[in-house]
């Protein structure tokens, strides 16, 4: 079973920056659309950035717009997210996400299909 192993979650402080990767075994990576998403407890899971397979289209959250960079090296097999100015409403467990479909709501959870298990981070005020 393929696996979507997130990292580079941790405590930081508001203001400060990390970057999440996402690494996966699977040499068909290219092949998948990507996303990260958030979620808090006793929260729906949230929307935070996806890219194309190729890397050429990347949307955000409206949230993130501006502080947050989606990038992905297919030879590698990893996807990143580049977290800048963070703020506290940025805490949460991050997940990535994949999807082969050909038509999505890259908003949606529902449109992926495979999921990593989670990296926590949490930004003090």
């Known amino acids: 079973q393929v696996q979507l192993v997130e990292s580079g979650g941790g405590l930081v402080q508001a203001g400060g920056s990390l970057r999440l990767s996402c690494e996966t075994s699977d040499r068909t990576f290219s092949n998948y659309k990507m996303g990260w998403f958030r979620q808090v407890p006793g929260k729906e899971r949230d929307f935070v950035s996806a890219?194309?397979?190729?890397?050429?289209?990347?949307t955000y959250a409206d949230s993130v717009k501006g502080r947050f960079t989606i990038s992905r090296d297919n030879a590698k097999n990893t996807m990143y997210l580049q977290m800048n100015s963070l703020k506290p409403e940025d805490t949460a467990v991050y997940y990535c996400?994949?999807?082969?479909?050909?038509?999505?709501?890259?908003?949606?959870?529902?449109?992926?299909?495979?999921w990593g298990q989670g990296t926590q981070v949490t930004v003090s005020s």
């Open positions: 890219i194309s397979g190729g890397g050429s289209i990347t």
């Open positions: 996400a994949r999807t082969r479909r050909v038509y999505i709501q890259w908003q949606q959870p529902d449109d992926y299909d495979d």
